[in-house]
């Protein structure tokens, strides 16, 4: 394609989700051919050294430095994606929009409402076009679930089942990193996970309006890290000190959509048995449907009286057709960050908001808090509206 223009990247953090930030910008260029922009990967920063020779050696970055603040710095620099800590989300987001850097940053965007929406607002004030790690919601057989239910196929929805069910830190040895701790990660499974959950259903069916929710934390103790322990996978020293956890193991919500629809949400980071059992279920009046993440490839519908049968993805779903050639060659977890590359490259060079935005981050985190509120209450609360441009209420 002629004129096709270059945007250079620059990555902040170069963990496990940084790389696969920098290969999904390498990715969109072979999987969306039509694109008429490229990323071409040109500097990452990380405190670590380890994480900066990864990032000139193996992911093929011009540069590596040590301060974020250098890269944001950078004219050359044209977006930034935003992949570390949850801790440090709200300071590296308000950086990069006073340095007029478009972002793509993983979720939760904020610590809380209160963050993700300054990040939001701020954002939005400057004209800049943003992107949220999402990534469930780009599944083609969750674009096709989507189609069939704004489409009115499935009647009027009536109730909505969400559940987030991982087993990361059901290892009470699991070290007492950052992710447990509320001042650096804000809350816990309900940010972590069950964040994910609350953006597929509103993506879906639309806004939740109300909840009531309750939490508990079942591994109230577990060892000091060792220096430098990042992964909620890393042991803690076996017969060392222990430290309090601080946010919830596990949330269980009841809410409510705008449109009359009822949905029950839950999620946990300590079950034992499943791995990532990632659910959501739309029943309406004249059908229902279900889609599970760990068969991604895969939907289920029922749209009469005989039950449920399996539809295949296929390239009639979604951007599947980009990946694979029909049913029964499946997608995997890397090609959902791939699409969410290309759609904010997209949104940059179209100059809209295609991929998840800022605006969605708020509107996730209105839910999160709201749900928090209610399970140390005991009370039903309502979730605050938020402004902006929001992706899941799209046409």
């Known amino acids: 394609m002629e004129n096709r223009r270059t945007l250079n990247i620059g990555l902040i953090s170069v963990g496990w989700m940084g790389r696969l930030h920098s ?11 039509a ?26 970055y011009q540069r590596a430095v040590v301060d974020y603040r250098a890269l944001l710095a950078d004219p050359q620099i044209d977006a930034v994606s935003i992949c ?7 300071d590296i987001a308000l950086a990069a929009i006073d340095a007029g850097k478009p972002f793509w940053i993983e979720k939760p965007m904020g610590r809380n409402a209160g963050e993700s929406r300054e990040i939001a607002e701020r954002a939005a004030a400057a004209g800049l076009l943003t992107s949220v790690g999402f990534n469930y919601r780009h599944a083609p057989a969750i674009a096709e679930a989507r189609r069939r239910i704004r489409a009115g196929a499935l009647g009027q929805v009536t109730n909505v089942r969400v559940s987030f069910l991982a087993d990361y830190s059901a290892d009470p040895a699991g070290a007492l990193t950052w992710r447990f701790i509320q001042a650096r990660a804000g809350s816990g499974v309900a940010g972590d996970l069950l964040s994910h959950g609350i953006d597929l259903a509103q993506y879906l069916v639309g806004r939740v309006s109300s909840v009531t929710a309750a939490s508990e934390t079942f591994i109230t103790e577990r060892p000091l890290p060792a220096a430098g322990a990042a992964s909620h996978f890393t042991s803690g020293a076996v017969g060392g000190p222990l430290g309090a956890v601080e946010n919830e193991d596990y949330a269980a919500v009841i809410g409510r959509f705008d449109s009359g629809a009822v949905g029950v949400f839950e999620s946990s980071r300590t079950t034992t048995g499943p791995r990532a059992e990632y659910k959501v279920e739309v029943y309406g009046t004249a059908g229902s449907l279900r889609w599970d993440f760990q068969r991604m490839n895969e939907l289920l519908l029922a749209d009469d009286r005989s039950g449920f049968r ?19 060659t499946s997608m995997g977890f890397d090609d959902l960050k791939t699409i969410e590359a290309s759609l904010f490259l997209r949104s940059i060079e179209e100059g809209r908001q295609l991929a998840p935005s800022a605006a969605d981050g708020w509107a996730t985190a209105e839910v999160v808090d709201a749900a928090l509120r209610s399970a140390a209450s005991g009370r039903w609360v309502d979730v605050p509206q938020v402004t902006g441009v929001t992706t899941f209420d799209a046409d």
């Open 35 to 60: 694109l008429s922009v490229r990323a071409s990967l040109h500097t990452a920063t990380d405190p670590d050294s380890e994480g900066r020779r990864y990032a000139t050696d193996v992911l093929g």
């Open 310 to 328: 399996t539809i295949m993805a296929h390239p009639g779903f979604g951007e599947f057709s980009q990946f694979q050639p029909g049913a029964g």
């Open 23 to 33: 290969r999904a910008y390498l990715a969109a260029a072979q999987h969306f051919p």
């Open 84 to 90: 570390s800590p949850n801790f440090l989300h709200h």
